[in-house]
């Protein structure tokens, strides 16, 4: 069977056979950050691609489809554009913070995959309080936002980053209210203690209706947290030309595109591990035959399938849902989803005391 | 011309929007006073793709100048041909066939429904949904391809000469229409499913850039943006003009007076220009397409003025004649010009956002507004 | 209303006015002082209503400009054009921008491309051209060796 687990054991123990334990663990440092640069740049290229042939197929028309076979090297060309170009920085600029700012940002996108567990026991870091890791490190990159916005010295990456910050400190509070919800159930915030929890069944049909309407909110939230359509207004085209990064050119650029589809990975998959159970597969309650059936297909494709969904529906989202303005949309968080997110968190509180759940 | 950037005295920010920006469809430039948020005035600052065509006219023939007028409101260039046609038929009391007649008429709604179809996708874009752009051009692609066939052009056609229209119909050109419309009507519900129906949509639209009808007049709006505040202004209704007289159809009004209003009133015209062109497609009588002109046309001494509704309101042509064979004065009286005279009025104390959404139901025209 | 009723009701409200017969619609000369308070009551009147000026324009006849004024009234449909003849080396007229917002803009259109000056306009600069534009171009001796203006 193809899994990744064995992969990993395997160069673990080779190195260990051939190296000293202290080079060894250098090594795999070494193995591990290249390979999730590796996993950044691959992630970036298939997702931009992704996205232009979701938008293609929503509109009517082909997408990409000239450099390669349906056009799968066409981002690749487009990030080699993006090198060449010269790196402007504006004179208004505050130097310093100006291209400070894509670094942190793409660094924070950087920090949060290391407790994602990507197929059984194949996971950079599992960390005790992983989902806490998770959400807390996300907030951060809002700092890179503001900085790219007020260093700019432009006027509408100063009002796209404003927007973008209040934006983003609003719908984490649904966004943690939701994941909550589930950690309710599971009783730990380690992602691995979360996986092996659904392996009964996923928490969106074991923890009943609070868990599906957890999931919508958290769906709504996390698109919201990464600025995507319907949420765009830090980088609305038609109002603020490109917000905060309207004064960003060539690599520097393309690091804040890159984030951004690193970023919508993320929240896509602690969604799928918290709702959908992660690289755990289908399984129903007892079914023994079904579930040894369904372990038959690798815990990977799972995974990946799952978070390759819901970042689908994201992207179903931008190309179908006009933007909101700004009073709107906080709103909408302030006066709808938290109070509903509560009560729900309140609701799966009760249910699980009661063992209301399966 | 360009305002010192920075705050002012006051703490206003003021932010220049355009020459160069996505939501203003061309060269418009407006310079906004923000406070906090807030808009407090918005300044238009014109003139970035001004011809003085009024100037070029003067040393045109009258065969030659409606051709200007193409690249006036370049969207509904059939009905800008069509205005200085019928102003210098006036001005010579020209019969025009009836044969023109009609396929002027069925020909200015097909430009209608074309250009309501681009301000439909281009409006939906300045929200923020890229999708209906696409679907728009769908149909609208199917109008071109018909003008394409007829005329010889997309976009500046040139078709309409004093006297009639420049060359006969082609062939397939009614069978080309009657499937256009087929196709319009089996489609025409995606557009509500898609935009008119979505919650988001209706709460950027309802009770933004807000026009009163005495606001509306006092403006001089016409077309979709005075009649979304409940002023008839439809001048195929109130000096009708070749074979509107002959055909039903009805003003389409709303009084909430708000960018929504303005959003169902084109929404609708294109079901009453559909209306129009099923009842005159198949009754396109035989005969000549071109009424017998002079080589060379000198119109009388006079002044001559004629008004028709193209699909962003009412166009005024207004030819001054000292006898020659080129005009001595003429005045193109634009309707993107005085809509946009009301933007001003329309969003202050509203957000940049509802600037966007207000400005894409005026459905501006930049080349119609400097012409 | 018809011609000769229209005639009736303006010359109640200004009889100093005269008429030109030629044309489409009723076209009504006014004096340049006269003007302001005569539009008021154009709009004012409750026979006639006014209250939308559909173009403003002016012609340069070189030895004198005349302001032209398209009105109609949306309640009875009827149109008259006022003609209004100004001096043309130092061309001035009261703004009616007041009486029709409309007229702010065209006001300023018609500033910039032939001079005239028109008095209490609210924001009287040049709206189409730049700011450091020399002449007025749409005058009829108005030469512009740079740019085609003429075929």
């Known amino acids: 069977m193809f899994s990744l687990e064995g992969i990993t054991n395997f160069i673990h123990e080779w190195l260990n056979s051939h190296l000293p334990a202290t080079f060894a663990l250098l090594v795999e440092f070494v193995l591990v950050g ?20 979701v938008a293609a197929v929503m509109q009517l028309r082909l997408g990409p489809n000239r450099l390669g076979p349906k056009g799968i090297f066409q981002t690749s060309a487009d990030t080699l554009k993006l090198i060449m170009k010269e790196a402007l920085t504006p004179d208004n600029a505050d130097k310093l913070l100006f291209n400070l700012a894509p670094f942190v940002v793409i660094i924070v996108a950087m920090l949060i995959l290391a407790p994602i567990s990507f ?26 936002v503001l900085m790219a916005g007020w260093s700019s010295g432009n006027k509408y990456s100063l009002l796209g980053a404003m927007l973008s910050g209040a934006q983003i400190v609003s719908y984490e509070l649904s966004a943690g209210l939701s994941i909550l919800t589930i950690i309710v159930l599971t009783g730990s915030l380690k992602i691995s203690d979360i996986v092996a929890s659904q392996e009964n069944g996923w928490w969106i049909f074991k923890g009943h209706i609070p868990a599906i309407i957890a999931f919508v909110i958290f769906i709504i939230a996390s698109t919201a947290e990464t600025n995507r359509a319907p949420f765009d207004l830090a980088e609305a085209e038609s109002e603020l030309t490109a917000g905060f990064h309207t004064e960003y050119g060539g690599m520097k650029f393309a690091l804040f595109f890159l984030a951004e589809y690193i970023n919508i990975f993320i929240v896509c998959a602690i969604g799928a591990t918290l709702f959908l159970g992660g690289w755990m597969p289908f399984h129903i309650g007892h079914w023994v035959a079904f579930n040894h059936i369904m372990d038959y297909i690798p815990s990977s494709f799972w995974f990946f399938g799952k978070t390759g969904f819901l970042i689908f529906l994201i992207m179903w989202f931008r190309w179908t849902f006009p933007r909101l303005r700004v009073d709107q949309l906080l709103n909408l968080e302030w006066k709808y989803l938290l109070p509903i997110s509560m009560f729900n968190l309140l609701l799966m509180s009760v249910m699980a005391i009661m063992g209301w759940y399966f | 011309m360009f305002e010192e950037v920075g705050t002012t005295t006051e703490g206003d920010l003021i932010i220049n929007l355009g020459p160069q920006h996505p939501a203003t469809h061309g060269v418009l430039h407006l310079v906004i006073t923000l406070n906090g948020e807030i808009i407090k005035k918005v300044e238009p600052h014109l003139g970035y793709i001004h011809r003085s065509i009024e100037k070029m ?4 023939s009258y065969r030659q100048f409606i051709y200007v007028t193409s690249r006036m409101d370049y969207l509904s260039a059939h009905i800008n041909n069509h205005a200085c046609a019928l102003c210098v038929e006036k001005a010579l009391q020209l019969e025009v066939p009836q044969r023109a007649q009609y396929i002027r008429v069925i020909m200015d709604e097909l430009t209608r429904i074309a250009s309501h179809e681009l301000w439909w996708g281009a409006m939906a874009m300045d929200l923020g949904a890229f999708t209906p752009f696409f679907h728009a051009f769908r149909e ?7 003008m394409e066939e007829t005329c010889g052009a997309r976009l500046t056609m040139n078709y309409m000469v004093p006297g009639g229209v420049m ?3 082609h062939p397939d050109f009614q069978k080309k229409v009657k499937a256009f419309i087929q196709q319009y009507k089996a489609k025409i519900h995606e557009y509500d499913e898609l935009v008119t129906g979505n919650i988001i949509f209706q709460n950027r639209m309802k009770g933004i850039g807000y026009l009163s009808a005495q606001d509306a007049v006092s403006y001089g709006c016409t077309g979709p943006v005075a009649r979304g505040s409940g002023v008839a202004s439809d001048i195929r209704k109130i000096a009708p003009y070749d074979v509107y007289d002959k055909v039903e159809f009805d003003e389409v009004l709303q009084t909430e007076g708000d960018s929504f209003a303005r959003y169902m009133i084109r929404i609708q015209e294109m079901h009453q220009s559909i209306k129009i062109i099923e009842q005159l497609i198949d009754v396109i009588p035989d ?3 071109q009424a017998k002109t002079k ?11 004629q008004r028709v509704e193209t699909a962003r309101g009412e166009l005024g042509v207004y030819i001054v004649s000292e006898g020659a064979a080129q005009p001595y004065r003429i005045k193109y009286r634009s309707p993107g010009f005085s809509n946009l005279s009301a933007l001003d009025h329309m969003v202050r104390g509203h957000k940049i956002g509802d600037l966007i959404a207000a400005m894409g139901t005026l459905d501006l025209v930049i080349p119609d507004i400097d012409r | 209303m018809t011609k000769e009723e229209l005639k009736i009701q303006i010359l109640t409200i200004l009889p100093t006015v005269s008429f030109e017969e030629t044309g489409e619609w009723l076209q009504v000369l006014v004096a340049a002082e006269d003007w302001k308070l005569f539009a008021q009551q154009l709009h004012a009147s409750a026979e006639l209503q006014f209250d939308y000026l559909f173009c403003l324009t002016c ?3 070189k030895t004198h400009l005349t302001m032209v004024y398209h009105l109609t009234s949306t309640t009875y449909r009827h149109n008259i054009v006022i003609k209004i003849k100004l001096d043309s080396i130092n061309p001035f007229i009261e703004t009616v921008s007041d009486i029709w917002r409309t007229a702010e803009f065209h006001e300023r259109e018609v500033f910039e491309m032939f001079g005239v000056n028109f008095l209490h306009h609210p924001d009287l600069r040049k709206l189409i051209l730049p700011d450091d534009w020399i002449g007025y171009p749409l005058r009829k001796n108005y030469e512009d060796p740079i740019n085609m203006i003429k075929l």
């Open chain 1, 119 to 144: 197929a059984k026991n194949f996971q950079i870091w599992d960390i005790n309080i992983g989902v806490l890791y998770v959400t807390a490190i996300s907030s951060l990159s809002v700092i890179g």
């Open chain 1, 34 to 53: 290249v390979a999730a640069i590796g996993l950044f740049a691959f992630l970036g290229l298939v997702l931009v691609w992704m996205e232009r042939k």
């Open chain 2, 295 to 305: 080589a060379v046309i000198k119109l009388p001494k006079g002044e001559f003025y």
């Open chain 2, 57 to 60: 006219t003067e040393s045109l």
């Open chain 2, 167 to 169: 060359v006969d119909l």
């Open chain 2, 140 to 146: 609208r692609e199917k109008i071109n391809e018909i």
């Open chain 2, 287 to 289: 005969g000549n397409f």
């Open chain 3, 59 to 61: 012609v340069d006849w």
